[in-house]
């Protein structure tokens, strides 16, 4: 499932409620021509991982959690499980983040 993050208690509230599940963070900007690209894969990542969830969390829209990730560039993922960030990585590559969710789902 793909949700929208919109503010900083909205995202703690849902990764309290993601307990061990594998959250994905997706920090992108609507002027971002790769977030705009990786967008639809991301629905077919969450089709097949229905365990997983997969937040996206506009950048200008969300400053302050992109300060707290030191978000820089776009698309940015993080990767979540019990509250503890596993990995992140930058850039629209599929295949990586494929694998990652592969691996820690």
Same mark, same amino acid.
């Given at each position: #499932?793909?949700?929208h993050i919109n503010d900083k208690n909205d995202l703690v509230s849902k990764l309290n409620d993601a307990g061990d599940q594998l959250v994905v963070i997706d920090f992108f900007a /609507?002027?971002?021509g790769p977030c705009k690209m990786i967008a639809p894969k991301l629905a077919e990542l969450a089709q097949e991982f229905q365990n997983i969830l997969i937040f996206k969390v506009d950048v200008d829209e969300c400053e302050e959690?992109? #300060?707290e990730y030191n978000i820089s560039s776009m698309? /940015?993922?993080v990767f979540i499980?019990?509250?503890q960030t596993i990995t992140q990585f930058s850039g629209a590559n599929y295949d990586k983040l494929r694998q990652i969710v592969f691996e820690n789902k």
């Amino acid at each position: #499932m793909v949700t929208h993050i919109n503010d900083k208690n909205d995202l703690v509230s849902k990764l309290n409620d993601a307990g061990d599940q594998l959250v994905v963070i997706d920090f992108f900007a /609507t002027w971002c021509g790769p977030c705009k690209m990786i967008a639809p894969k991301l629905a077919e990542l969450a089709q097949e991982f229905q365990n997983i969830l997969i937040f996206k969390v506009d950048v200008d829209e969300c400053e302050e959690i992109a #300060m707290e990730y030191n978000i820089s560039s776009m698309p /940015t993922f993080v990767f979540i499980k019990n509250n503890q960030t596993i990995t992140q990585f930058s850039g629209a590559n599929y295949d990586k983040l494929r694998q990652i969710v592969f691996e820690n789902k």
